[in-house]
């Protein structure tokens, strides 16, 4: 396969790729083998056109007169994603969510282990939930290393986000995912992805006001 | 405030407005007064004219010489994004994710308030959880009618995802949020935002693996 050029490739394009798997395994749950870029655009909304462009990016993938193959696709997207070998992945804050996303059973299917769980509370340092014993921030840079962790999921109130993700960066780790309620910045070499729950929720609430605008139900 | 048309209204436009108001409140609680579109702009990595083109599609704000006063924009964006009043929400699915939501702490704050809890799991339901009794989803339609409820949050296992949804829109629910690592569809009179949480993370291991690949550590 062709490696991938970053500069080249559009985020949505990335974007799409996953919900691309999504979809992929999906028809592999009901039995599927092969699939057509028009029928693999459909359960998306997207045009084939879309979804050959978007593979395009990556490589050569399909065959004349019988389309992708369901499982090669699979093993093919995973591989361009990274998530065709496991990355384990640290998560900082056990309260609710932490505790939501240490039970959270999408991840190790898709390529994700949570491998340690850190939390600044005294009370909560040391507490065994689930398969985890929660560790001080202290442990970050020697776990980082021992476990050979590059991912990091941040998941403490607002006003902590910024100095645990600077002390994540300071121990090594190349990208994070935030779902703290806050804007935080890292520098270039990580990559940062944001969660705000309320953010979904608000942009599901502006589309619902104004479909009640345009039928005069304001 | 002229009323917005939401055929000429970009989506990302919409989501940065979310950005926006994050960031003003981040701003508010500095006490700072006045703001300039560049420096909103800098908190968020954008150009000061994409600031004043976005806001521009809603109306005009800001004073000459002055900026934007921060209170008023933050009234400004949450009217336009109809959270300045609070949208009842429900939540269908009280295992780890829908505690974990159930105690976030970030949608009161944001114009949202958690109305009801469903669970298909006879388990659960009649079961207390913090402020709420888990309902059986036969309650549904009564609820959504008594609380006016129009916002539902789908926090089920995968494979139930799509029959909640159905379900929801038949009691009349008008915007949806899916955390359910699986695409559903809705009609489209009904809005729908998904959110995927291992999706976020392939998005960024795709990021880490291709700056990786770049300096040669593949």
Do not use: C
Request: charged share 20%.
């Amino acid at each position: 396969m062709e490696q991938p050029r970053p500069e080249l490739i559009p985020n949505p394009a990335v974007r799409r790729l996953s919900l691309y798997l999504r979809q992929l395994e999906a028809f592999k749950r009901k039995d599927r083998r092969t699939i057509s870029s028009k029928q693999l655009g459909e359960s998306l909304g997207l045009t084939d056109a879309q979804v050959r462009k978007d593979l395009a990016y990556f490589g050569q993938f399909g065959h004349p007169g019988i389309g992708y193959r369901v499982d090669e696709l699979i093993s093919q997207v995973k591989h361009i994603l990274g998530t065709d070998k496991t990355w384990n992945v640290l998560l900082v804050g056990a309260g609710n969510l932490g505790r939501a996303l240490m039970a959270y059973q999408g991840f190790d299917a898709k390529g994700f282990r949570l491998a340690a769980v850190f939390d600044s509370s005294p009370h909560l340092v040391g507490q065994k939930q689930g398969a985890f014993t929660i560790q001080p921030l202290s442990e970050l840079h020697d776990t980082i290393q021992k476990q050979q962790i590059r991912l990091g999921i941040i998941a403490v109130p607002a006003d902590f986000a910024q100095d645990v993700a600077d002390q994540l960066v300071k121990a090594g780790i190349k990208g994070l995912l935030n779902f703290a309620p806050v804007s935080i910045t890292v520098p270039q070499h990580v990559s940062l992805n944001a969660v705000d729950l309320a953010v979904q929720l608000e942009q599901i609430a502006f589309q619902v006001s104004l479909s009640g605008l345009n039928k005069g139900m304001s």
